[in-house]
């Protein structure tokens, strides 16, 4: 039983230090993150390897939610006679939930572990060591580009899934069951509310950029420099970003709605 | 070999105490390198050489006593003034530690882009330059997985002199090399550091080939140095961890056997 106690409080000091290295990192990172600005090639890079190379999954994903909300939303819609509103309830849901929670997912576990694979090879290799050896701080050269080019892919990758899966929802109701196209499109005019959606939307996107990419560049620094430490770091970077994404979006939709 | 002791003192390291968290390595550790001269650590693995070349790069503070390099007071240094003096520094890691994400080439030019503004024309002569003082200006637009393990350290030992260092470290440069590779990295380590008037550290277990290297000798055991001097004194020395070490003897001071019960009550214990 005493065990069980002494084991319980060492896990429980051991995640306060892990929370409050990662606190420190994150502060590290911002103080270093000028050079990220100022050598705009260094985040172009990084914005290729998380933003564009997700692109790919992200449409992908985007077009079978969007298709299996079109099927799903159009059949319990016509159950109250209120199929026409298949547009606004495809938009609705891809601008406000799914949209930024889905691709907040994907992100993690493609950009996400990648960076964290990246960031930890490259400590088990010494080239960080090498790089602040040569008086090259890499925490501004390597760690700050690729966590403000998630910050800024995120949102963008979020829109575009919720653009291929409103594209989705319109392929399956309008041409294959044969839902109004004037209808679909107007009824979605009318429930997307700018501020209320779209913009809520984006926050959440950004918030949760921020959290995943926090999350895998920390992961991938703190890791053990052996093969076992960078793969655990990177299920991590997996298991911590999705269930920190989901927190989050819980938090962030209470707030939301408490502010309407 | 080329130097001379009254020449300028580029490290020392006076009753310096060190090590991580609460675990000590280093005890006591007196030591000094002049320039134009070559300086061996050596010791066991787990017995405190790279500790103390990270005090000699400032990656780590001592607890206590006094750590001098190129002028610089590293235990009261500030970060800027701990990246200042890592520029006049260079260091060759035991695998090199390229940047697997550039090619040779730009490995080379990595600090010079990084602390210079040279235009880029006089980076490429610079760069091939380097280049061709090991060897592998044919080499140049190789990608890292292209290389070997004796190329490799040869391109990181181009990196590593980039910005003409006053210091040179090495981290088992011979570690894993083969027999032409190793005489190769033996024979620039000290061709580099004459031409250059630097001064290097190498830390090392490879005892021949250092000792026909270097100009001076450190021995590191649990921590402290327990013997230093020039190679004759050191083939010579009368202590009995060095002579083991030096003659390569399986057992001595440096025990065969991990501290263990004796084996008959081993066999006897029930499972």
């Known amino acids: 039983m005493i065990n069980a106690v002494a084991r319980l409080g060492q896990a429980t000091i051991d995640t306060v230090v892990q929370l409050g290295f990662a ?33 790919l999954i992200i449409v992908v994903s985007g077009a079978f939610v969007g298709l299996v909300l079109g099927l799903q939303g159009y059949d319990t819609l016509q159950r109250f006679g209120s199929e026409t509103a298949l547009g606004g309830v495809v938009a609705l849901s891809l601008l406000r939930e799914l949209g930024p929670v889905v691709a907040a997912l ?10 964290t694979a990246e960031i930890g090879l490259m400590k088990a290799t010494e080239q960080l060591d090498a790089m602040d050896v040569m008086a090259v701080n890499p925490i501004a050269r390597v760690i700050a580009p690729k966590f403000w080019a998630g910050v800024i892919a995120m949102p963008l990758l979020a829109g575009i899934f919720s653009a291929v899966g409103i594209l989705g929802g319109w392929f399956i109701g309008v041409v294959v069951i044969g839902v109004d196209h004037g209808t679909f499109w107007s009824q979605m005019q ?8 779209v913009r809520n939307g984006i926050v959440k996107s950004f918030v949760f950029g921020v959290i995943v990419t926090w999350i895998a560049v920390f992961q991938g620094w703190s890791c053990t420099p052996t093969a076992e430490g960078v793969s655990r770091a990177i299920t991590k970077t997996v298991v911590y970003g999705a269930l920190a994404v989901l927190a989050a979006d819980f938090v962030l939709t209470a707030f939301m709605f408490i502010g309407r | 070999m080329a130097y001379c002791v009254t020449e300028r003192l580029v490290a020392s390291l006076s009753g310096v105490d060190a090590g991580y968290g609460t675990r000590q390595i280093l005890h006591g550790i007196d030591f000094t390198v002049h320039r134009g001269q070559v300086v061996a650590i050596m010791g066991g693995s787990g017995s405190g050489k790279t500790t103390l070349l990270r005090l000699l790069t400032g990656q780590l ?12 007071r590293l ?45 880029e024309p006089l980076i490429r002569d610079l760069v091939l330059l380097k280049l061709e003082a090991v060897g592998l200006r044919g080499a140049a637009r190789l990608k890292t997985s292209e290389l070997s393990g004796g190329m490799a350290r040869r391109v990181a030992l181009a990196r590593a002199i980039a910005l003409d260092p006053e210091l ?9 090399l083969d027999p032409i590779s190793l005489a190769t990295i033996g024979t620039l380590i000290r061709r580099l550091n004459d031409a250059l008037g630097a001064a290097s550290v190498v830390v090392t277990h490879d005892v021949v080939e250092s000792l026909a290297l270097v100009d001076y000798v450190y021995f590191v055991s649990r921590g402290h140095i327990v013997a230093h001097g020039t190679p004759d004194a050191i083939r010579n020395a009368s202590d ?9 003897e399986i057992d001595g001071p440096a025990p065969f056997h ?14």
């Open chain 1, 106 to 115: 994907l992100f993690a576990s493609r950009a996400g572990s990648a960076m």
């Open chain 1, 23 to 55: 606190a420190r990192f994150v502060i590290a990172l911002l103080r270093h993150s000028g050079m990220t600005f100022r050598r705009v090639p260094l985040l172009i890079r990084d914005l290729y390897f998380a933003g564009v190379l997700s692109i």
């Open chain 2, 75 to 119: 235990d009261q240094a500030s970060e800027a003034q701990r990246y200042a003096l890592r520029r006049r520094i260079g260091m060759l890691f035991q695998f090199g530690a390229l940047f697997t994400d550039l090619d040779v080439f730009e490995n080379v030019a990595f600090p010079l882009r990084e602390h210079t503004r040279l235009p």
């Open chain 1, 190 to 197: 009318n429930a997307v509310d700018f501020d209320a959606d």
């Open chain 2, 61 to 72: 503070r001592p607890w206590s006593g006094t750590v001098e390099v190129l002028g610089v």
């Open chain 2, 258 to 271: 991990y501290p263990a019960p004796p084996l008959a009550e081993a066999l006897m214990e029930e499972i």
């Open chain 2, 168 to 176: 040179i470290l090495y981290d088992e440069p011979f570690a894993g």
């Open chain 2, 240 to 248: 009995p961890y060095v002579r083991q070490f030096v003659h390569g």
